[in-house]
């Protein structure tokens, strides 16, 4: 079996930590470098539901998307459902480790991932600069209701679903895609012309413009969900690289829905109507 530390050093390699932005948090929280590891567990959200998980896998590792502490903290104590989880991995001999915005600009990364789950051909980063997004071709043009609906089907379910924006019946061939928040990219998708664009997080006043100058096509996804697939795709990378080392890992993914949203009612009339109005 591997030690830790060598199994680090192969993420390390697949999502370089100078790649992160300067305000993230990413690498190992927590672990013992000398500890050996013959089970790794993928997941977006380092939660106690996926710490529990660990335990019951019997896992040394588990490699989540989100960190921990994204701000730093003062104190680990257990009376705090972040410090419970870092007392609960430690208990159990279970290692930490963060790629977050150096998975996101990763080729491939989390884009490529989203894209993947959808059937989408990547033609290129949405932000050259940074790698940052993609820009994705769609084998058969479909409108933007159908490809909506292909997301619904294709991600991890969800309480909010997808919500959509634009004219439902507009062709779609070209499409930008972002896992996780995305309407900071809104100058990028307008500069590449693609029809819509897939992300989450979409807020009221970027999504209203967009929608309202342009006759761009919004896909909003639950957090959670568009960053699922980067797990099938991490777990999938390190099972290549344990056969190359003859490490004999064995690499899962968690399929516990750690999105925060419970539950979702739609309105009665939801299309267009002023408040009140009548049905």
Same mark, same amino acid.
């Given at each position: 079996?591997?030690?830790?530390?060598?199994?680090?050093?192969?993420?390390?390699?697949?999502?370089?930590?100078?790649?992160?932005?300067?305000?993230?948090?990413? /690498?190992?929280?927590?672990?013992?470098?000398?500890?050996?590891?013959?089970?790794?567990?993928?997941?977006? &959200?380092?939660?106690?539901?996926?710490?529990?998980?660990?335990?019951?896998?019997?896992?040394?590792?588990?490699?989540?998307?989100?960190?921990?502490?994204?701000?730093?903290?003062?104190?680990?104590?257990?009376? $705090?459902?972040?410090?419970?989880?870092?007392?609960?991995?430690?208990?159990?001999?279970?290692?930490?480790?963060?790629?977050?915005? *150096?998975?996101? @600009?990763?080729?491939?990364?989390?884009?490529?991932?989203?894209?993947?789950? +959808?059937?989408?051909?990547?033609? /290129?980063?949405?932000?050259?600069? *940074? /790698?940052?997004?993609?820009?994705?071709?769609?084998?058969?043009?479909?409108?933007?209701?159908?490809?909506?609906?292909?997301?619904?089907?294709?991600?991890?379910? @969800?309480?909010?679903?997808?919500?959509?924006?634009?004219?439902?019946? =507009?062709?779609?061939?070209?499409?930008?895609?972002?896992?996780?928040?995305?309407?900071?990219?809104?100058?990028?998708?307008?500069?590449? /012309?693609?029809?819509?664009?897939?992300?989450?997080? +979409?807020?009221?006043?970027?999504?209203?413009?967009?929608?309202?100058?342009?006759?761009?096509?919004?896909?909003?996804?639950?957090?959670?969900?568009?960053?699922?697939?980067?797990?099938? +795709? =991490? =777990?999938?990378?390190? &099972?290549?690289?344990?056969?190359r080392h003859g490490w004999n890992l064995r690499? $899962?993914?968690?399929?516990?829905?750690?999105?925060?949203?419970? =539950?979702?009612?739609?309105?009665?009339?939801?299309? $267009?109507?002023?408040?009140?109005?009548?049905?």
């Open positions: 079996m591997p030690r830790l530390t060598e199994v680090l050093a192969e993420l390390d390699a697949l999502w370089p930590p100078e790649r992160a932005e300067q305000w993230d948090a990413v /690498g190992t929280v927590c672990g013992d470098p000398d500890a050996e590891v013959d089970r790794v567990l993928f997941a977006v &959200d380092p939660v106690q539901e996926i710490a529990d998980e660990a335990i019951e896998l019997g896992a040394q590792l588990i490699v989540t998307h989100h960190p921990l502490y994204l701000r730093g903290t003062t104190t680990v104590a257990a009376s $705090h459902f972040k410090g419970r989880v870092v007392h609960t991995l430690i208990k159990h001999d279970i290692a930490l480790h963060v790629a977050h915005t *150096n998975a996101d @600009t990763a080729d491939p990364g989390v884009s490529d991932a989203l894209a993947g789950a +959808l059937d989408l051909r990547v033609v /290129g980063p949405l932000v050259p600069e *940074n /790698g940052l997004g993609r820009i994705c071709e769609l084998d058969v043009p479909e409108t933007l209701r159908d490809f909506a609906a292909r997301a619904a089907q294709r991600l991890p379910a @969800t309480a909010q679903g997808i919500r959509v924006a634009g004219d439902l019946d =507009a062709t779609v061939r070209t499409v930008a895609v972002s896992g996780g928040s995305g309407d900071s990219l809104f100058d990028a998708v307008r500069a590449a /012309g693609v029809d819509a664009f897939l992300t989450a997080d +979409l807020r009221h006043h970027p999504a209203s413009e967009a929608t309202r100058h342009t006759p761009l096509g919004l896909v909003d996804a639950a957090h959670w969900a568009t960053e699922w697939p980067w797990c099938e +795709l =991490a =777990a999938a990378q390190l &099972d290549e690289i344990s056969d690499v $899962h993914v968690s399929k516990t829905v750690t999105d925060p949203w419970a =539950a979702h009612h739609t309105s009665p009339s939801a299309h $267009h109507t002023s408040p009140g109005a009548p049905n």
